[in-house]
């Protein structure tokens, strides 16, 4: 599965970089000495990242001594090096990239899971609607080849016909679906949707993760090392992370000055909370859904063990 490419985030990016580079330009009191670390974005700067632009802007790290830099990243910038260099010491990642990652000798870890659905969707027109995976059976789908695995996981997970599907390579626009050269899309819940809707063009919208694909999205990870040896700066970067995004959650209008913004985050608070973090705290998972997880990632050619997922940092924040 490939990373989203720029096109994607081009389409709401512009917008949402207002408020990252407001947030991310105001300048922290910092009264103290203080550890100077680096948190690793999986892409440019956007809504995407609100609760670490809001944990910035209250100081909410500079408190527990932290000086942190977001990094944003980009379709030249992967995640996983900085991370392995120590550039950076935590990275903003998925499920799927860290398994390849760790298949070819990294020593990582992921630490704490964002995105509690992935956020992967079928969306198709209110005329013919995609409402369930068989749905998708003699339907013209428009997605980049590079998640042919995507879409074969699903139609293996809810027993679909893949072959029965027609994939058309597109650009990612939503323009295909609205001129009626393919009858669905594959795209995620933030973006495309949003962008129709901007254009007053109401979409229908399946999630994957209804669905049983189940691969952890805007996870954070780390290095063995780091884990054994900065255990402290880990766990007042990831509580930083919690609060950030906990206020986020509680207003995610805040700070937010076009409708674009309002709509992502609209759509976005209900991937990244749920009755587990109500029960547990932001970025929590069980042994069920790591369970989940390693299932659709074998179907993604990726085999993993639960040892990939470590919780004890995410305990100690959690504990305060």
């Not at 949707?193 to 229908?204: F, T």
Request: charged letters at 15%; hydrophobic letters at 45%; proline letters at 6%.
């Amino acid at each position: 599965m490939a990373r989203s490419g720029i096109t994607r985030r081009g389409l709401i990016g512009a917008g949402a970089a207002g408020l990252a580079s407001t947030l991310v330009g105001m300048p922290a009191m910092r009264a103290f000495a203080q550890t100077p670390v680096s948190l690793q974005l999986s892409w440019l700067h956007s809504v995407q990242f609100a609760g670490s632009y809001i944990a910035l802007k209250r100081d909410l790290w500079s408190e527990a001594g932290l000086d942190v830099s977001l990094l944003p990243g980009g379709p030249n910038a992967p995640v996983e090096p900085p991370v392995v260099s120590g550039t950076a010491l935590v990275g903003i990642s998925a499920a799927d990239y860290t398994a390849a990652a760790v298949q070819q000798g990294a020593p990582f870890r992921i630490l704490a899971v964002a995105m509690q659905k992935n956020p992967f969707v079928i969306a198709s027109l209110p005329a013919k609607p995609v409402r369930a995976p068989a749905d998708l059976e003699g339907l013209r789908i428009g997605m980049a080849l590079a998640n042919t695995p995507v879409l074969q996981a699903l139609c293996t997970l809810n027993d679909v016909d893949f072959a029965a599907i027609e994939r058309v390579p597109t650009q990612y626009s939503a323009q295909p679906l609205l001129s009626g050269e393919v009858d669905c899309l594959l795209c995620w819940e933030t973006d495309l949707p949003v962008a129709m809707a901007i254009r007053g063009v109401e979409s229908v919208t399946m999630l994957m993760a209804d669905h049983g694909y189940a691969v952890h999205s805007q996870t954070y990870i780390a290095t063995e090392d780091n884990i054994a040896n900065r255990r402290p700066d880990l766990v007042a970067l990831l509580r930083g992370e919690a609060s950030g995004w906990e206020a986020f959650r509680q207003d995610p209008d805040a700070g937010l000055d076009l409708e674009t913004q309002r709509l992502q985050a609209q759509r976005q608070v209900p991937l990244m909370f749920s009755d587990l973090t109500d029960a547990n705290g932001f970025g929590w998972w069980t042994d069920e859904t790591v369970a989940q997880n390693i299932e659709t990632l074998a179907l993604l050619g990726r085999t993993v063990t639960p040892d990939l997922w470590d919780r004890s940092i995410l305990e100690e924040v959690h504990a305060a």
